[in-house]
């Protein structure tokens, strides 16, 4: 029986478009760079080299790793490209609303992110959901994900198997909740894992499957 559900948030909860590349750009701007739009898909990218590699997010984690790719940014600029990520968010769609509405009024939700839970609270309250999760916590206070540790404070109440993971990523969060013993969901919203059993293509299939 599922009591919990933890929820990834990017590409789950909220989607990520175009905003990242201009949140970049115009903290690139501000420090005296071009900040095109190839400069700013590269500190992505590298962002995401860095989540693959680490144990948990920091800002010195990014500054170092952008040192090691030879990017003069100051840590002050760092700084302002994880707060950047605040903004990325628009108020939730009626159809998300009504799913987080009719699965709080059953079970314990939680939200389990690799990015940092500061920026990641702030989207959340800015989408107008955060008050619907009990805990809100990222990379940078817990193990990232897929790692087995980044789990083990969803279990302080319940058992693995009574929690269930709803994410994205099949490697970053399907594969880690299972490996730890939890029922998991994918969230396949651009649809390209057709094979998959245990997966769902809209927020409301979440409702309906639950």
Request: hydrophobic share 35%; glycine share 4%.
């Amino acid at each position: 029986m599922i009591k919990k559900i933890v929820f990834d948030l990017d590409n789950t909860l909220i989607m990520n478009r175009e905003e990242y590349l201009e949140s970049y750009q115009e903290v690139l701007q501000k420090y005296g760079y071009e900040g095109t739009k190839e400069e700013a898909f590269k500190i992505y990218r590298y962002i995401d080299e860095v989540e693959k590699k680490t144990y948990l997010f920091s800002v010195d984690s990014l500054y170092q790793y952008f040192l090691e790719k030879k990017e003069n940014y100051s840590k002050e600029l760092v700084i302002d490209i994880i707060d950047s990520t605040s903004s990325w968010a628009e108020p939730a769609s009626l159809e998300l609303l009504q799913m987080l509405e009719y699965l709080s009024s059953k079970y314990e939700l939680e939200v389990l992110t690799n990015w940092f839970t500061d920026c990641q609270r702030k989207r959340l309250e800015k989408a107008g959901i955060a008050f619907y999760f009990q805990r809100i916590e990222g990379g940078d206070i817990h193990p990232v994900k897929p790692h087995p540790e980044a789990y083990q404070k969803i279990f302080d109440n319940v058992l693995p198997s009574e929690c269930l993971m709803i994410g994205d990523s099949l490697k970053v969060d399907i594969k880690g909740a299972k490996e730890v013993g939890m029922q998991t969901l994918l969230f396949d919203y651009e649809k390209k894992y057709e094979q998959e059993p245990d997966r769902v293509c809209s927020w409301k299939e979440i409702q309906e499957r639950l």
